[in-house]
């Protein structure tokens, strides 16, 4: 088995090596190209107006995909929460062996706090919280984690100010089998609402939302 | 053998399944630009001295190599300025553009992009995908600014506040150009 993959991986290298120099040597062998169409910037050269952050922002709707079903006009109610948060990557390290540590603040992304968007009052573990923006972040334990809501919105990430802790919830967390480069937080949907997924490295926790009956 | 390369298989699809049924980073990154400048971190650090006014989210195209205006993005057509959901401006407070009034709130953001100027629009239908089913009755405003070279080439669609006499201005510069569209309040 091991043998095998060895191969496939070796013979792949293989193929790909002479595509690649060949490819090259075409090169040097074409006349200039125009410069003025065909500009070729390092993608990491510096902005002078604001930089390409390592950990890019992203955004999940609930209903997932919101904005394609709005385009696509085949949703016609509100989105009933969305979060918009930065993704960083594992990049080699483990999540509690490198990056966080168990008790302490984690701030459930990276840059800008994660702020989630209620569009419409919910229920989560029988407490209930109003439509608004809050501020999401964890505070993680070895079997459990504790997403707190907050209320400094606009806030960076880093130093949560508990001052302004609205309500916490403690859930499970719980081993995947497979690994996850970068953090992700998703909306699922469940029978009486979504849960919010959120999953990094091997571990994956569930905060169940419970949208009320109109 | 057989059964190693049917298991192989098996290992491989099942993989590529799994790493479907979540989200991949988006070749075009989303980012956020808040007036005052930086105002998450100045708020964390105490250092605010003016309260806040706006963020902007929108996604990062790269230029890749391509023509970007007039290639890309065609003149004359209403362009999404940005990528994959539409670009959405948050304001806390009531300002002026081009001598018109919008209010507080959430709202969308267009361009149609020409050689000398760019018309920017304001809209009204938020939490959407790019402008493919832009509606122009759902339009605020537009406004009209001029096209500015940028010093160098910028590889990544970018979107600034900058302080002004009479409010800010939001700077957008992609590919060798920029416009600068003022706000006032």
Redo the contacts between chains.
Sequence with gaps: ?KT??FW?IFSLILGLAPACSNKENKEEKKPTPDTT???????N?I????I??IS??????FPAD???L????TIST??LA?I?YS?P?LQGRRLFQNLLKYDEPWRLGA???TELELYTDVSIQDKKIKAGRYVLYCIPHADTWTVVFNT?T???G??P?PTKDLTSFTIPVKQTT?R?E?F?M?FENTATGTDI?M?WDNLEARLPIIFPVK | MKRSILCLAAIFISAVLYAQSLPPVDKSPMDMSYYPNNYPVLKIQDKLTEPLVARVIYSRPQKAGRAIFGGLVKYGEVWRFGANEATEIDLYKNVKIGGKKLKAGRYTLYAIVNENTWTIIVNKETDTWGSFKYDAKKDLLRTQVPVQKTDGPVESLSMVFEKTATGMNLVVAWDTVKVTIPFNF
């Design positions: 088995m095998i993959s496939l169409t065909r500009i070729n910037i390092p993608v050269s902005n002078p107006y604001t390409v952050d890019p922002m992203d955004i999940s709707y919101y904005p394609i709005k385009m696509e006009k509100l989105p969305r918009v993704r990557h840059n800008e706090s400094n606009d806030s960076w880093l130093h100010d497979n996850l970068y992700t998703v997924v999953a």
